[in-house]
């Protein structure tokens, strides 16, 4: 049972450049997170989604796109890179509200 | 800015010390969960809390949840190595019906052997 997947799991972006990372749960769970993480901040929430083709507005969404088309699949996407998106990116899921997330391994996401 | 916070964001101590950490909301929450992450490692759950006073322990390890369902601790007795991690705390507002997921910043423990 491979629970949450995310790709890639490192990444080197330039300034300016976009990128896409995906996040795949076969848990068969209706809410999907992203997050990312830095030093002292902790978990802020970027976007999140209660089903499929569904997403909402987290704590810091500026800068990020995501889309669920599909229920198993979560993309994140980064349509101009800044280095202040250097971080590393959770992304996480529940069967529904107010119970257990499970995280995938992250994505450690570099801007130049 | 961040509804959740904890306090401390570090803590160092002896193998054998207490530990706690505390988390506290600027809202009313319907539920709080708690994770550790090891170094190098994701979120992992321990415990979900979602009864106003409610108290659970699991080993070594007791979690509360506060009366006003806004604040909630973790308390770890007599540490060991095998503690060490960074301690999240996590919870729904209780006006967001949507599942929104908000976590502290987390505390940072590590232990001395």
């Known amino acids: 049972n491979a629970g949450v997947t995310q790709t890639p799991k490192f990444r080197v972006l330039k300034t300016g450049q976009s990128m896409t990372l995906l996040c795949a749960q076969d848990?068969?769970?209706?809410?999907m997170y992203w997050y990312r993480q830095d030093p002292g901040m902790g978990l802020r929430l970027i976007h999140y989604?209660?089903?499929?083709?569904?997403?909402a507005k987290g704590e810091v969404p500026d800068g990020y796109n995501v889309s669920r088309l599909k229920k198993q699949n979560f993309l994140l996407g980064l349509e101009s890179a800044a280095p202040s998106q250097t971080s590393v990116y959770f992304c996480?899921?529940?069967?529904?509200?107010?119970?257990?997330?499970?995280f995938g391994q992250g994505t450690r996401l570099t801007v130049v | 800015g961040q509804q959740v916070m904890q306090i401390p964001q570090y803590q160092h101590v002896q193998e054998g010390e207490d530990f706690t950490t505390y988390c506290n909301s600027s809202?009313?929450?319907?539920?709080i969960q708690w994770y550790k992450q090891r170094p190098g490692g994701h979120p992992v759950f321990l415990i979900q809390?979602?009864?106003?006073?409610e108290v659970k322990k699991q080993k070594r390890l007791t979690f509360q949840f506060g009366e006003a369902k806004k604040n909630s601790s973790l308390h770890i007795t007599a540490t060991q190595t095998t503690d060490v991690g960074t301690y999240f705390c996590?919870?729904?507002?209780?006006?967001?019906?949507?599942?929104?997921?908000?976590f502290g910043q987390g505390t940072e423990l590590s232990v001395k052997p």
């Open positions: 809202t009313t929450l319907s539920n």
């Open positions: 996590a919870g729904c507002p209780i006006y967001n019906q949507g599942g929104k997921l908000i």
């Open positions: 848990m068969n769970h209706e809410y």
């Open positions: 809390l979602v009864k106003s006073g």
């Open positions: 989604s209660v089903g499929e083709g569904t997403t």
């Open positions: 996480a899921s529940t069967r529904g509200r107010n119970t257990e997330a499970f």
